[in-house]
C-alpha cells in the first residue's frame, strides 16, 4: 500500500502564491509518474501537473508558465509551486503516484486526501 498527504493549501489573494506538498509514504518502490490533479465544484478532476521518477514533467496548458512540479525522491515528496494564482484554480488539489504492481502486471493509482485552494479577493 501507499500512502500520500497533502499540505499547504488555503486562502490566498489573486496573483499571490502558494506551495502544495505531497507526502508519500509505504511501498514506494516502483512508484514512477507522480501527479497534481484539481476538481472545483461541479466539475471534472483534471489533471494539473505530473513529473516521472527521472524528472520530466508535463503541464495542463491553463497553467504552463506559472505553476511549477518538482520531486525529492530521496524525501519522499513532491511539490507543487503555484504562482500567479488566479480564481480559476481554486480547487481541491490531490496528488497521485502510480505504482508498478508486479503481480498484476500493471500500474495502480493511489490518491491523497486533497487540499482546499482558494483564490479570492
Known amino acids: 500500500q501507499v500512502q500520500l498527504v497533502e499540505s499547504g493549501g488555503g486562502l490566498v489573494q489573486p496573483g499571490g502564491s502558494l506551495r502544495l506538498s505531497c507526502a508519500v509514504s509505504?511501498?514506494?518502490?516502483?512508484?514512477?509518474?507522480m501527479g497534481w490533479y484539481r476538481q472545483a465544484p461541479g466539475k471534472r478532476r483534471e489533471l494539473v501537473a505530473q513529473i516521472t521518477r527521472g524528472g520530466s514533467a508535463d503541464y495542463a496548458d491553463s497553467v504552463k508558465g506559472r505553476f511549477t512540479v518538482s520531486r525529492d525522491n530521496a524525501e519522499n515528496t513532491m511539490y507543487l509551486q503555484m504562482n500567479s494564482l488566479r480564481p480559476e484554480d481554486t480547487a481541491v488539489y490531490y496528488c497521485k503516484a502510480d505504482r508498478w504492481e508486479a503481480t498484476l502486471s500493471k500500474y495502480l493509482s493511489y490518491w491523497g486526501q486533497g487540499t482546499q485552494v482558494t483564490v479570492s479577493s
Open positions: 509505504g511501498s514506494i518502490l516502483r512508484i514512477n509518474t
